[in-house]
């Protein structure tokens, strides 16, 4: 079932990069219950992002409480090889991939790899990467996510700008192909991306920074809906 087909009208989808991973299946199934469909799993490999965060083997203890309840798990490549860990991480139980356009020299070949690994697959844009850089590939993609902050950590403030190139982006992206925004998102900016476009909104720290996660999810909701 594609994106278009399956998520709702806008998805909030908590970055388990800011989650306490200590806790991290209790966490996650609080949000289950709260509704969440979509956990964002922030890859990064230590060399695209300078830390090393979360690889396939969280992605392989989470999907099955996560399949089990009907979520999906959306995996952002921040890696400077996704064509390599695009197979791992489908085989650990992702549901789709986005990978960076400057992590990418053919990203035709890349799309290629997602869709006969069987996983919906996304083009992300850094802050200061050209929406232009999109134009070719924007119809064979599920999804396109667009950065709010320099890829990284959690935690980050939201760049102003992204609004204006989130309006734009949704202009150019085909209909069909769910348009993602993430970093920095907080209950004071989430309605401002919703009303500009975005689909899919990723939420780390004000998801899991929060007291009670599951209550500051559907805050977020109620705030995008
Ligand atoms: C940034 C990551 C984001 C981040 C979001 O490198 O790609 O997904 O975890 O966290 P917040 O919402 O706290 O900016
Ligand atoms: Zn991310």
Same mark, same amino acid.
């Given at each position: 079932m594609s994106w278009v087909e399956w998520t709702r009208d806008v998805e909030i989808a908590?970055?388990?990069?800011? /989650?306490?991973?200590?806790?991290?299946? *209790?966490? =996650?199934?609080?949000l289950l219950d709260a509704g969440t469909r979509i956990f964002h799993i922030d890859v990064g490999d230590g060399h695209f992002i300078p830390p090393v965060t979360i690889g396939s083997v969280v992605v392989e203890a989470l999907a099955p409480l996560v399949h089990r309840r009907g979520g999906r798990l959306d995996c952002h490549l921040m890696v400077t090889n996704p064509d390599a860990q695009i197979p791992i991480m489908a085989a650990a139980g992702a549901d789709s991939v986005t990978f960076h356009v400057e992590a990418t020299g053919d990203a035709e070949a890349t799309i290629e790899i997602a869709r006969r690994e069987g996983v919906q697959v996304g083009i992300t844009l850094n802050? /200061?990467?050209?929406?232009?850089?999109? *134009?070719? =590939?924007g119809d064979s993609v599920d999804l396109a996510l667009l950065m709010s902050v320099v890829p990284g950590k959690s935690g980050q403030s939201f760049l102003p700008e992204s609004i204006e190139r989130l309006r734009e982006h949704r202009a150019i992206v085909p209909r069909e192909c769910?348009?993602?925004i993430d970093g920095?998102?907080?209950?004071?900016?989430?309605?401002?991306v919703r009303?500009?476009?975005?689909?899919?909104?990723?939420?780390?720290?004000a998801v899991f920074g929060a007291s009670e996660p599951a209550r500051a999810y559907g805050e977020l909701v109620d705030l995008a809906g």
């Open positions: 908590p970055s388990i990069y800011a /989650a306490d991973l200590g806790r991290l299946g *209790a966490q =996650v199934d609080a802050p /200061a990467t050209p929406l232009t850089a999109l *134009a070719s =590939v769910k348009v993602q920095g998102i907080s209950s004071e900016n989430v309605s401002l009303e500009a476009g975005a689909e899919v909104i990723v939420a780390g720290s």
